[in-house]
């Protein structure tokens, strides 16, 4: 699915994924509406984009926030930051707020910027957040453990950032892998100091079912892993998940002979690919799988799940999987 | 009556009384219903849509189960000329208003309100829904 990064910058500005709000009328009459229509994620140059500064963010389960624009946040500071959000740490462990049962910990906290993760030059630049532990017990020059990370992006959040006031940086897309007591100091001091929101982002089965489609279209090589899709079964006593695993190749022909033309996904295309497989599954088991409810969607590319938890797998695409989240953090947040 | 498809079962025709409005019930967490309701809708005789006839979306409280388009339910009322009414069963008191609008409704299309018909009704309701 490769195109001329050109092409791709200046489509990425018609198509959108989301349909205005979840209840209101689609702009336009039926017909005309623009609504439905999506860029699939071109892999993103690799000229500038250092695959291996980003690899660490791969493999690993991040769990999603929508953050509303922080107000005064200045890129130049990232070092008092850290500083500021060490010393809020401290302190609440000194109230009694402890993390760690058993052993006292040391957190130190380093602030970064991640420049390569953003989709156009409008775009700030993702910062990361990463706390680290050395036990008071071991010798002075031992490794430090990395307890926490989290990360603030913004991928071709044009929509968002336009409309904002001067001193307002916008970063609606906020990534978090450790400790939940954690999370929660870091994002108080985030939400006290840049008078932000933080707000659980979750994905329903409509935009699972979307990133499903986008993501078998993508070239994976040979020996990639199984789709695999987990529904959970509505109104029983017990609660039944059913797992479905398609062979990559087999969902990727399936595709293929659904999608009309290329670089664009319309949302009747999702919807004749999902009830193929639908039907697949009816036919073998007598099961409506569209009476259930879609909660994890995993391909080679990524895993996504309903609760709002993503995993990349592939460097290339992560930009373009960043860009679909960050259009559900913006429709989240307005 | 309720139904969970059509056409209904023919062995009850001669008992049924005379059918006055049908609610086509698409729950918003689940696709199949949607089909099922696509599916029922061609058994309905075309005198129906003249204001007997409406669509009812449920579960809308909870954005993140969403398994249906918007998109796919404002066309089947447009395409259908019937009003799209949307409620969340699970809360009393939308349940109660809803329940009141469908009485209301139901005693239109009965004739029950001296200078109001269905077809009237139906065309006010679409058209300020348009709006």
Not at chain 1, 88 to 97: C, D, R, S, T, V
Not at chain 1, 101 to 120: F, M, T
Not at chain 1, 295 to 316: M, N, R, Y
Not at chain 2, 29 to 45: G, Q
Request: with cysteine; charged share 20%.
């Amino acid at each position: 699915m490769e195109s001329a990064d050109g092409a791709a910058r200046t489509l990425l500005s018609i198509g959108r994924l989301s349909r205005g709000p979840p209840f209101g009328r689609a702009h336009g009459r039926f017909g005309l509406s623009p609504s439905g229509r999506l860029l699939l994620p071109a892999p993103r140059s690799q000229e500038n984009a250092d695959p291996q500064r980003t690899a660490f963010l791969l493999r690993k389960q991040w769990t999603l926030y929508s953050v509303s624009p922080l107000y005064k946040f200045s890129n130049a500071r990232l070092r008092d930051y850290a500083r500021l959000l060490g010393a809020f740490i401290a302190a609440e462990k000194q109230k009694g707020l402890a993390v760690e049962v058993g052993v006292e910990l040391d957190i130190k906290v380093a602030v970064s910027s991640l420049p390569d993760l953003k989709g156009s030059d409008q775009d700030q630049a993702a910062i990361l957040v990463q706390l680290s532990s050395r036990s008071p017990a071991s010798p002075k020059n031992s490794e430090e453990k990395l307890v926490w990370s989290g990360w603030f992006c913004c991928v071709s959040g044009d929509e968002l950032s336009e409309n904002v006031p001067e001193d307002f940086t916008c970063l609606p897309l906020f990534l978090a892998n450790g400790a939940e007591s954690y999370t929660s100091i870091v994002g108080s001091w985030f939400q006290k100091t840049f008078d932000c929101s933080f707000c659980r982002l979750a994905i329903s089965p409509l935009n699972l079912s979307w990133m499903a489609a986008m993501w078998t279209g993508c070239k994976v090589d040979k020996t990639a892993s199984a789709m695999e899709l987990v529904f959970s079964v509505p109104c029983l006593p017990q609660p039944l998940d059913i797992s479905y695993a398609i062979h990559p190749e087999d969902a990727k022909a399936l595709w293929d002979t659904v999608q009309k033309t290329p670089g664009e996904i319309t949302q009747e295309e999702v919807d004749v690919f999902m009830d193929c497989l639908y039907s697949h599954f009816h036919r073998h088991f007598k099961i409506h799988l569209s009476a259930t409810k879609l909660v994890k969607v995993s391909t080679p590319i990524a895993s996504a799940h309903c609760d709002g938890i993503i995993k990349f797998l592939q460097s290339q695409y992560l930009t373009g999987v960043l860009m679909l989240l960050t259009e559900l953090a913006i429709s989240q947040i307005q | 009556h309720l139904a969970t498809s059509l056409p209904l079962p023919s062995e009850m025709d001669h008992l049924r009384p005379r059918i006055d409005l049908i609610a086509f019930m698409i729950d918003i967490k689940s696709k199949y219903s949607l089909k099922n309701v696509e599916a029922s809708l061609a058994h309905v005789d075309a005198s129906f849509f003249l204001g007997k006839v409406c669509f009812l979306v449920t579960g809308v409280g909870r954005v993140n189960y969403c398994s249906v388009e918007m998109n796919a339910i404002w066309k089947l009322g447009e395409v259908y000329c019937s009003p799209v009414l949307f409620c969340e069963l699970e809360l009393e008191g939308i349940r109660v208003a809803t329940a009141q609008r469908l009485l209301r409704m139901l005693q239109i299309c009965a004739g029950h309100i001296p200078g109001v018909s269905a077809l009237s009704f139906g065309s006010l309701m679409r058209n300020s829904a348009d709006e």
